[in-house]
């Protein structure tokens, strides 16, 4: 029943021909006529709407559908007035009936068009209907008796004849018309039309909103049914069309259908199961809802959908232009569309947010692409409540709230949302998660919400009165805020109920909460309050401590609540740090103890916030200074993307009681700066990854200066060092300059820095620890030989390529894009050493390395606990599709020629497209081992022989940023941290599939290689895979080559910074090599003569080349 014997696209090809051929041939008008396929008919205007908008003219259009039997249906099964909705966005000149019955059984269903149309109606039926020869012997004067009916009715402007007639028929008609004045063209009431095979009006009732709600039934979307994910991914599609009739039965006005997964092919799945959805008559009367945040998922369901859907959804997100150029094709397709409010600064939390982003959209919809209000749905995000978090509690209040105002200033628009976003904090218990929907929806739809996606037998059985009152009260002090407490309370509340009972008839568990009965069971428990925190603190456990907190406030013990946090809490801190410092507890354990700290001292901050606003009232001034160590600005310098070792700095430091202002990635210089002044930061930390990174330290090394600070500068980062920061920074900058090797080293460098017993002798220490290593690093440069370019070129990888086997022609050339790549295929391949090393785990001899670590007698046990843990959030990222594997690998045809590595357009090798320039290794060896480059590895232009290069990116960062900031809102540094390094493991294995992949087939120059994991990441494959910015070829520009031949950012959405650091952070690129000579080799220092010469070829600045190699360098500039 999917099966289609042609597209949608090669309909409208040829139809547009047709139309061109038609519009050469000087014709005045455009027919579309007989159509008993509305979809066929909706790929002809879309053809003749961009046929005119090529030429810059237009012809009136007439539209005529055709009925087959006296259902009044078209062949494809729509009524009539579905038909008109359908394809009324075209605005046709006249619309009709033709074909079909005869004159007087096509009156009634002419008559439902006349009253439905905005434009012109007309009919041209048979001439009755034919005899059993297939003849048709109605005559003229009986032909203009029968059609002088529609006149009589007044509903036509326009007759004519079909099948059987001829000019007797026509002239008869003429006669009688002159007796009838046409119809007269009715103005339609503005309102939103959607059809499937059945037209829904909707007219929403402003005095009970709830009443004409439209319920848009989610069990059709992968996200939202666990069966129907798992009957998409079997291949199931008849279980899955089950689900959506079931859907229609328990009152779905409109079924949305999804199909965004990692496992799924978005456009595939969503092509048969539109088709498989438009065949089965019961479920396709009801308008679809095509819903991907993947628009090639979108366009691909509208190109199966005769009737008009809503498309959900577009944002402006990725900016104006890309907004407008998405929504003129839903346009073309007349779809009605959701706009979800999400600009280019991210998603709209506050009511303020939600009002703006969408009066812009708005605005922009029926200013600049002339979309009809009613056919714009805002979606003003539904965002969690009850999380815990107080920047979440007015969440429900903010949507409600937006939907007045949205309505006030969008006139016409309609508003959605996703109900099951709102009570995802109770997910588990129906009773709660479903009379938080139903008093949501009340109080939403009264405040002028139109539809949402819900589960729709649920939200017609809870119904608002029917609510329990007590679990009611509970709810609804959570939806509106009402006291701080009422997530607590609902919580309780929560535990004391059946988690399978419905809200219209809960029911009491028999025994005490679970909560209650740990807390019975456990000894520590028994402790007093100021050990309780402790223990809490040191074991990272946050089950109890809001509660101890709570009682620690109201016990009388503590006079206010900052004393709570100076007394127990920071000692219970500070044992944390006695512990870490000792080696007795490690760094994930130190950023768990950070989470409970945070979530005590989140507590808090309402009693001492309200406690200043009284001492203000009383006295008028209040002591505003804070309990703190010192303050601490820290930032990811400009251009860099990578924040990890930042954040865990972050973490730590924070446990010492130090107030840290993070910055974030990407900060400019001023900002940092300013930052510095504005917070009167104690210290400043400055991080990188990338080496283009430590000349921005530099710059703001020497801003510092120039501002005439005096503070303490640290510096960080995987591509820092401590020679670097002694040559390049220290000397810039007046005030102390310290290299910090890791997180680890932190506290105790800012505590030598910060005490005044200490920190005249420490700085001076270093000062001197930092001239003579300059010393011994200039001396080094006079010491150390460099041959020339010229002689280390003559010395360079000599390869006989007559004799060598002859290079593999991957098996395409261009490129080739893999988005949603399977998360599971690529678990084998984690490397799960740099894990441990993040978290700064590190086995001791016979124990170092994965998995050997966990038998250290040390540092296994918390190894393998944190392991343990990375598994379970591999599985949950994995299991729910929580971030997206994103990349692109691309062969070219390509010759080397000297340093550089020409890629050619074709395999005529007659034109470059681009150019790969490498650099070449001068530093004087002991051995006779060749001065290696890239170039050397690919045949070179005179040998003739055609070789080609490959290069590729991988990312794992989508999704991500929506993982961490909600671990960042709940104040959960370890899970944010946690699910950073896990993005970067599994973007690392990514590029180790995908070069497999490439070995065995897409160059397929090893087809036969049968390796182990562990000889994969031992490198015993033939063929490198060398990234710019490191040692191979340390130049970063190179990646903007690969970002023009790949159209990477078009492609996968990967981009580069001005630093060209990859965004998202959790991604790898580098360049294929295939020939057995390939091998990594490390540049090292390079001279003058080779930068000159290496800028010349890349038409490149001498500063700029010089800037960009600086750590390369065996010179100053």
Same mark, same amino acid.
């Given at each position: 029943?999917?099966?289609?014997?042609?597209?949608?696209?090669?309909?409208?090809?040829?139809?547009?021909?047709?139309?061109?051929?038609?519009?050469?041939?000087?014709?005045?008008?455009?027919?579309?006529?007989?159509?008993?396929?509305?979809?066929?008919?909706?790929?002809?205007?879309?053809?003749?709407?961009?046929?005119?908008?090529?030429?810059?003219?237009?012809?009136?259009?007439?539209?005529?559908?055709?009925?087959?039997?006296?259902?009044?249906?078209?062949?494809?099964?729509?009524?009539?007035?579905?038909?008109?909705?359908?394809?009324?966005?075209?605005?046709?000149?006249?619309?009709?009936?033709?074909?079909?019955?005869?004159?007087?059984?096509?009156?009634?269903?002419?008559?439902?068009?006349?009253?439905?149309?905005?434009?012109?109606?007309?009919?041209?039926?048979?001439?009755?209907?034919?005899?059993?020869?297939?003849?048709?012997?109605?005559?003229?004067?009986?032909?203009?008796?029968?059609?002088?009916?529609?006149?009589?009715?007044?509903?036509?402007?326009?007759?004519?004849?079909?099948?059987?007639?001829?000019?007797?028929?026509?002239?008869?008609?003429?006669?009688?018309?002159?007796?009838?004045?046409?119809?007269?063209?009715?103005?339609?009431?503005?309102?939103?039309?959607?059809?499937?095979?059945?037209?829904?009006?909707?007219?929403?009732?402003?005095?009970?909103?709830?009443?004409?709600?439209?319920?848009?039934?989610?069990?059709?979307?992968?996200?939202?049914?666990?069966? $129907?994910?798992?009957?998409?991914?079997?291949?199931?599609?008849?279980?899955?069309? %089950?689900?959506?009739?079931?859907?229609?039965?328990?009152?779905?006005?409109?079924?949305?259908?999804?199909?965004?997964?990692?496992?799924?092919?978005?456009?595939?799945?969503?092509?048969?199961?539109?088709?498989?959805?438009?065949?089965?008559?019961?479920?396709?009367?009801?308008?679809?809802?095509?819903?991907?945040?993947? $628009?090639?998922?979108?366009?691909?369901?509208?190109?199966?959908?005769?009737?008009?859907?809503?498309?959900?959804?577009?944002?402006?997100?990725?900016?104006?232009?890309?907004?407008?150029?998405?929504?003129?094709?839903?346009?073309?397709?007349? &779809?009605?569309?959701?706009?979800?409010?999400?600009?280019?600064?991210?998603?709209?939390?506050?009511?303020?947010?939600?009002?703006?982003?969408?009066?812009?959209?708005?605005?922009?919809?029926?200013?600049?692409?002339?979309?009809?209000?009613?056919?714009?749905?805002?979606?003003?995000?539904?965002?969690?409540?009850?999380?815990?978090?107080?920047?979440? %509690?007015?969440?429900?209040?903010?949507?409600?709230?937006?939907?007045?105002?949205?309505?006030?200033?969008?006139? *016409?628009?309609?508003?959605?949302?996703?109900?099951?976003?709102?009570?995802?904090?109770?997910?588990?218990?129906?009773?709660?998660?479903?009379?938080?929907?139903?008093?949501?929806?009340?109080?939403?739809?009264?405040?002028?919400?139109?539809?949402?996606?819900?589960?729709?037998?649920?939200?017609?059985?809870?119904?608002?009165?029917?609510?329990?009152?007590?679990?009611?009260?509970?709810?609804?002090?959570?939806?509106?805020?009402?006291?701080?407490?009422?997530?607590?309370?609902?919580?309780?509340?929560?535990?004391?109920?059946?988690?399978?009972?419905?809200?219209?008839?809960?029911?009491?568990?028999?025994?005490?909460?679970? %909560?209650?009965?740990?807390?019975?069971?456990?000894?520590?428990?028994?402790?007093?309050?100021?050990?309780?925190?402790?223990?809490?603190?040191?074991?990272?456990?946050?089950?109890?401590?809001?509660?101890?907190?709570?009682?620690?406030?109201?016990?009388?013990?503590?006079?206010?609540?900052?004393?709570?946090?100076?007394?127990?809490?920071?000692?219970?801190?500070?044992?944390?740090?006695?512990?870490?410092?000792?080696?007795?507890?490690?760094?994930?354990?130190?950023?768990?103890?950070?989470?409970?700290?945070?979530?005590?001292?989140?507590?808090?901050?309402?009693?001492?916030?309200?406690?200043?606003?009284?001492?203000?009232?009383?006295?008028?001034?209040?002591?505003?200074?804070?309990?703190?160590?010192?303050? $601490?600005?820290?930032?990811?310098?400009?251009?860099?993307?990578?924040?990890?070792?930042?954040?865990?700095?972050?973490?730590?430091?924070?446990?010492?009681?130090?107030?840290?202002?993070?910055?974030?990635?990407?900060?400019?210089?001023?900002?940092?700066?300013?930052?510095?002044?504005?917070?009167?930061?104690?210290?400043?930390?400055?991080?990188?990854?990338?080496?283009?990174?430590?000349?921005?330290?530099?710059?703001?090394?020497?801003?510092?200066?120039?501002?005439?600070?005096?503070?303490?500068?640290?510096?960080? *980062?995987?591509?820092?060092?401590?020679?670097?920061?002694?040559?390049?920074?220290?000397?810039?900058?007046?005030?102390?300059?310290?290299?910090?090797?890791?997180?680890?080293?932190?506290?105790?460098?800012?505590?030598?820095?910060?005490?005044?017993?200490?920190?005249?002798? $420490?700085?001076?220490?270093?000062?001197?620890?930092?001239?003579?290593?300059?010393?011994?690093?200039?001396?080094?440069?006079?010491?150390?030989?460099?041959?020339?370019?010229?002689?280390?070129?003559?010395?360079?990888?000599?390869?006989?390529?007559?004799?060598?086997?002859?290079?593999?022609?991957?098996?395409?050339?261009?490129?080739?894009?893999?988005?949603?790549?399977?998360?599971?295929?690529?678990?084998?391949?984690?490397?799960?050493?740099?894990?441990?090393?993040?978290?700064?785990?590190?086995?001791?001899?016979?124990?170092?390395?994965?998995?050997?670590?966990?038998?250290?007698?040390?540092?296994?046990?918390?190894?393998?606990?944190?392991? +343990?843990?990375?598994?379970?959030?591999?599985?949950?990222?994995?299991?729910?599709?929580?971030?997206?594997?994103?990349?692109?690998?691309?062969?070219?045809?390509?010759?080397? +020629?000297?340093?550089?590595?020409?890629?050619?357009?074709?395999?005529?090798?007659?034109?470059?497209?681009?150019?790969?320039?490498?650099?070449?290794?001068?530093?004087?060896?002991?051995?006779?081992?060749?001065?290696?480059?890239?170039?050397?590895?690919?045949?070179?232009?005179?040998?003739?022989?055609?070789?080609?290069?490959?290069?590729?990116?991988?990312?794992?960062?989508?999704?991500?940023?929506?993982?961490?900031?909600?671990?960042?809102?709940?104040?959960?540094?370890?899970?944010?941290?946690?699910?950073?390094?896990? &993005?970067?493991?599994?973007?690392?294995?990514?590029?180790?599939?995908?070069?497999?992949?490439?070995?065995?087939?897409?160059?397929?120059?090893?087809?036969?290689?049968?390796?182990?994991?562990?000889?994969?990441?031992?490198?015993?494959?033939?063929?490198?895979?060398?990234?710019?910015?490191?040692?191979?070829?340390?130049?970063?520009?190179?990646?903007?080559?690969?970002?023009?031949?790949?159209?990477?950012?078009?492609?996968?959405?990967?981009?580069?910074?001005?630093?060209?650091?990859?965004?998202?952070?959790?991604?790898?690129?580098?360049?294929?090599?295939?020939?057995?000579?390939?091998?990594?080799?490390?540049?090292?220092?390079?001279?003058?003569?080779?930068?000159?010469?290496?800028?010349?070829?890349?038409?490149?600045?001498?500063?700029?080349?010089?800037?960009?190699?600086?750590?390369?360098?065996?010179?100053?500039?």
């Amino acid at each position: 029943p999917a099966y289609r014997a042609t597209t949608f696209d090669e309909v409208k090809k040829a139809y547009y021909e047709q139309v061109g051929a038609l519009m050469d041939g000087g014709v005045d008008i455009l027919l579309v006529e007989t159509i008993f396929d509305t979809l066929n008919s909706k790929a002809a205007l879309f053809a003749i709407e961009e046929y005119f908008e090529s030429v810059g003219y237009r012809v009136p259009v007439f539209v005529s559908g055709t009925i087959v039997d006296n259902s009044g249906r078209t062949l494809s099964g729509q009524t009539n007035e579905a038909f008109w909705i359908s394809i009324q966005h075209t605005k046709p000149f006249a619309v009709g009936l033709n074909c079909a019955l005869g004159a007087s059984d096509m009156f009634r269903y002419v008559q439902n068009l006349s009253r439905v149309c905005d434009c012109y109606v007309f009919c041209y039926p048979n001439a009755g209907l034919p005899n059993a020869m297939g003849g048709y012997d109605q005559k003229g004067d009986e032909f203009s008796l029968e059609v002088e009916d529609f006149c009589k009715a007044g509903i036509v402007n326009g007759l004519g004849g079909c099948c059987g007639t001829c000019f007797e028929h026509i002239a008869a008609t003429y006669e009688m018309t002159k007796n009838y004045k046409p119809r007269e063209v009715p103005v339609s009431e503005n309102c939103l039309r959607l059809s499937g095979l059945e037209p829904l009006i909707y007219k929403p009732d402003p005095s009970n909103m709830r009443k004409t709600f439209l319920n848009l039934g989610e069990r059709c979307n992968v996200a939202g049914s666990t069966i $129907f994910k798992k009957a998409i991914v079997d291949g199931n599609f008849d279980k899955a069309l %089950a689900i959506a009739l079931k859907q229609v039965e328990a009152g779905a006005h409109v079924i949305d259908i999804n199909m965004d997964d990692g496992l799924i092919d978005g456009v595939s799945a969503m092509v048969k199961f539109v088709n498989l959805l438009v065949s089965e008559p019961e479920a396709s009367r009801v308008p679809f809802m095509i819903d991907s945040s993947k $628009f090639e998922v979108v366009e691909a369901g509208l190109k199966c959908s005769q009737g008009k859907a809503i498309v959900n959804s577009i944002s402006l997100k990725e900016g104006e232009e890309d907004f407008i150029k998405k929504a003129k094709i839903v346009k073309m397709h007349g &779809a009605a569309v959701v706009v979800m409010a999400f600009d280019e600064q991210g998603q709209a939390a506050t009511c303020d947010e939600k009002v703006s982003m969408c009066q812009r959209a708005y605005r922009i919809l029926v200013e600049r692409v002339g979309f009809n209000p009613q056919d714009i749905v805002f979606d003003p995000n539904i965002l969690t409540i009850g999380t815990g978090m107080e920047e979440h %509690a007015n969440y429900g209040v903010d949507f409600i709230n937006a939907c007045r105002e949205i309505k006030r200033v969008c006139p *016409g628009c309609k508003i959605s949302g996703g109900v099951s976003n709102l009570a995802f904090s109770f997910r588990g218990n129906e009773a709660v998660r479903r009379a938080f929907h139903s008093s949501f929806l009340h109080h939403a739809c009264q405040a002028g919400m139109d539809m949402g996606i819900v589960n729709s037998a649920q939200v017609i059985a809870d119904e608002y009165e029917k609510i329990d009152k007590e679990l009611l009260e509970y709810v609804e002090d959570v939806l509106f805020n009402r006291c701080d407490n009422a997530t607590e309370r609902m919580l309780e509340y929560a535990a004391t109920l059946e988690p399978k009972c419905p809200p219209t008839a809960v029911v009491k568990k028999g025994q005490a909460s679970a %909560a209650e009965a740990a807390i019975q069971k456990s000894s520590w428990r028994d402790l007093s309050i100021e050990k309780r925190m402790e223990h809490a603190l040191v074991k990272g456990i946050d089950e109890y401590i809001v509660r101890d907190v709570e009682e620690a406030r109201t016990c009388g013990q503590f006079n206010r609540p900052l004393f709570i946090i100076e007394g127990p809490l920071m000692d219970g801190m500070n044992v944390v740090g006695d512990m870490f410092g000792a080696g007795k507890l490690f760094l994930p354990q130190v950023i768990k103890s950070a989470r409970v700290m945070k979530k005590a001292v989140g507590h808090l901050i309402p009693f001492m916030e309200e406690e200043k606003r009284l001492a203000m009232e009383e006295s008028g001034v209040y002591d505003e200074s804070e309990s703190n160590a010192g303050v $601490f600005v820290i930032a990811t310098v400009k251009g860099d993307v990578h924040d990890i070792g930042k954040n865990i700095v972050s973490v730590v430091l924070g446990c010492n009681n130090y107030k840290v202002i993070d910055l974030g990635v990407m900060v400019p210089c001023e900002t940092i700066i300013q930052a510095c002044i504005d917070h009167k930061a104690d210290i400043l930390g400055l991080s990188g990854l990338i080496t283009p990174s430590l000349d921005e330290m530099v710059t703001v090394a020497k801003a510092m200066e120039k501002k005439g600070l005096k503070i303490p500068l640290l510096i960080g *980062g995987a591509t820092t060092s401590k020679m670097h920061t002694a040559v390049k920074i220290e000397p810039q900058y007046s005030g102390p300059v310290v290299y910090v090797l890791d997180a680890s080293r932190s506290v105790p460098v800012v505590q030598s820095l910060l005490d005044e017993k200490v920190q005249d002798e $420490f700085i001076e220490d270093t000062r001197e620890t930092y001239a003579e290593m300059r010393e011994e690093f200039y001396a080094g440069l006079e010491d150390r030989k460099y041959l020339s370019l010229e002689a280390s070129q003559s010395k360079g990888l000599k390869v006989n390529w007559a004799e060598e086997p002859a290079p593999t022609k991957p098996s395409f050339l261009g490129t080739k894009t893999f988005i949603d790549f399977p998360l599971e295929k690529v678990l084998d391949a984690i490397d799960w050493n740099p894990f441990f090393q993040v978290w700064q785990l590190r086995g001791r001899y016979p124990n170092r390395g994965y998995p050997k670590i966990f038998n250290d007698e040390n540092v296994g046990s918390e190894a393998k606990k944190l392991f +343990d843990e990375a598994q379970d959030m591999l599985k949950d990222i994995v299991d729910n599709k929580k971030i997206k594997l994103r990349g692109i690998a691309g062969f070219f045809p390509a010759n080397s +020629d000297g340093d550089d590595i020409l890629l050619f357009e074709d395999e005529s090798r007659s034109n470059v497209s681009e150019k790969l320039y490498t650099l070449r290794q001068q530093a004087e060896k002991d051995t006779e081992e060749p001065y290696m480059a890239l170039s050397d590895f690919v045949a070179p232009v005179e040998s003739g022989i055609p070789d080609y290069v490959g290069m590729f990116v991988c990312s794992a960062g989508f999704g991500l940023e929506e993982m961490t900031e909600k671990f960042k809102a709940d104040g959960d540094d370890y899970s944010y941290i946690m699910a950073e390094a896990l &993005a970067d493991r599994l973007a690392e294995a990514f590029a180790e599939v995908l070069h497999e992949m490439t070995r065995k087939d897409l160059w397929g120059y090893a087809p036969d290689e049968s390796l182990s994991a562990e000889d994969l990441l031992k490198v015993k494959y033939q063929g490198i895979r060398p990234a710019p910015g490191y040692p191979s070829q340390p130049d970063h520009t190179e990646k903007d080559t690969m970002w023009r031949c790949m159209k990477v950012k078009e492609e996968t959405g990967v981009e580069l910074t001005e630093s060209l650091a990859m965004l998202p952070a959790a991604s790898v690129s580098g360049l294929y090599f295939a020939n057995r000579c390939s091998q990594y080799f490390s540049v090292g220092k390079i001279t003058q003569d080779q930068v000159k010469s290496y800028a010349e070829r890349k038409a490149m600045p001498l500063e700029v080349c010089e800037k960009w190699l600086a750590p390369t360098l065996a010179y100053e500039p």
